[in-house]
């Protein structure tokens, strides 16, 4: 079944990253409540296991050109596989990660995929608090 599609671009091999809009839920759907609202998400491009924030408002500077949404029949399922707590004290706002798998891999599988990713320098919570990767 054709659905929404958010697609963007990996921030380091420029391969298109798709992630279900349904999956993904409200995240993008609500207008911008402040001008200070990151609003991301972490998203692991298929290709090169690069993770990187990624965002679908236009005011976020994690919005690039080029981004798009798309209506189409994914090819691999949009994946929660994980969150990333804020190291700021007081900020309750995790960075959830998103991977794209399909439907069979086996948990086994998704933990070795999750052991080999790269995790983008600029890593940050919705709130913009960098996240270090201990
Ligand atoms: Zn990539
Ligand atoms: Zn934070």
Avoid at 42 to 47: D, E, L, R, S, T
Avoid at 57 to 78: F, K, M, Q
Avoid at 116 to 133: S, T
Wanted: aromatic share 8%; charged share 25%.
């Amino acid at each position: 079944m054709p659905e929404v599609l958010y697609v963007f671009l990996c921030k380091s091999c420029g391969m298109p990253i798709r992630l279900q809009a349904q999956t993904l839920g409200r995240i993008f759907q609500a207008p911008v409540s402040q001008a200070t609202d990151i609003d991301s998400v972490g998203a692991v491009c298929f290709h090169c296991k690069h993770v990187a924030n990624y965002s679908f408002h236009r005011s976020s500077p994690d919005c690039r050109p080029g981004y798009r949404s798309e209506v189409a029949n994914p090819i691999r399922e949009t994946v929660y596989a994980k969150q990333l707590r804020c190291g700021e004290e007081n900020c309750k706002t995790p960075l959830r990660i998103y991977a794209q798998w399909s439907e069979s891999t086996t948990d086994e599988e998704r933990e070795k995929d999750i052991a080999i990713w790269k995790w983008d320098a600029d890593l940050h919570c919705p709130r913009g608090h960098k996240i270090e990767i201990a």
